[in-house]
């Protein structure tokens, strides 16, 4: 006896779905990893508000009081730095501050160079190795996402599109 019966293929928008939510939750698991080092994001964390020497010779705040800050810790021989810095332009500086942080810079030529290559248009501080430990920053680069509070909500390690950086000024994560 033979059985005619064949099983009927899956539609395609089903495995499309399916290929989404698994490719979803590698990237989110990865994106886990990846951080699991910094500081945590569950707004526990309160930051002290720093003040560091800019590219003038002269000094800003890492925080300001207003409106929610993402703190951008790259360094100028980072490539991945290289190809994310751009996309900090994307963010509405109406309702986030952008503070990009110089770590592990040889000397300060160095971090001109890198900002005047990439057209940074945020805030450039030079950060040092205290500020480094005290974020637990790993690697490069490193965002960090503070309220008016002072209290760290989101955190992200590695390359941010446009995409993530806009979602997490919307939503605060």
Not at 65 to 87: E, H, M, Q, R
Request: aromatic share 10%; net charge negative; with cysteine.
């Amino acid at each position: 006896m033979s059985d005619n019966s064949q099983k009927k293929p899956w539609p395609k928008w089903l495995i499309w779905g399916r290929d989404i939510v698994i490719f979803a939750v590698i990237i989110s698991a990865v994106m886990a990893w990846q951080s699991k080092d910094m500081l945590d994001d569950d707004g526990s964390i309160a930051i002290e508000n720093q003040v560091l020497p800019n590219l003038n010779g002269q000094s800003g705040n890492i925080l300001t009081s207003d409106k929610p800050t993402l703190l951008y810790f790259f360094a100028p021989w980072c490539k991945v730095c290289a190809l994310s810095i751009g996309n900090l332009d994307y963010i509405d500086s109406e309702k986030v501050n952008v503070v990009t942080i110089a770590l592990d810079y040889e000397n300060i030529k160095d971090v001109e160079a890198f900002v005047n290559n990439h057209e940074v248009k945020s805030k450039v501080l030079l950060g040092n190795t205290k500020l480094k430990n005290e974020f637990q920053v790993q690697g490069y680069p490193s965002y960090y996402l503070v309220n008016e509070e002072n209290q760290i909500v989101s955190r992200s390690f590695g390359y941010s599109t446009a995409a993530g950086l806009k979602l997490r000024e919307m939503f605060g994560r």
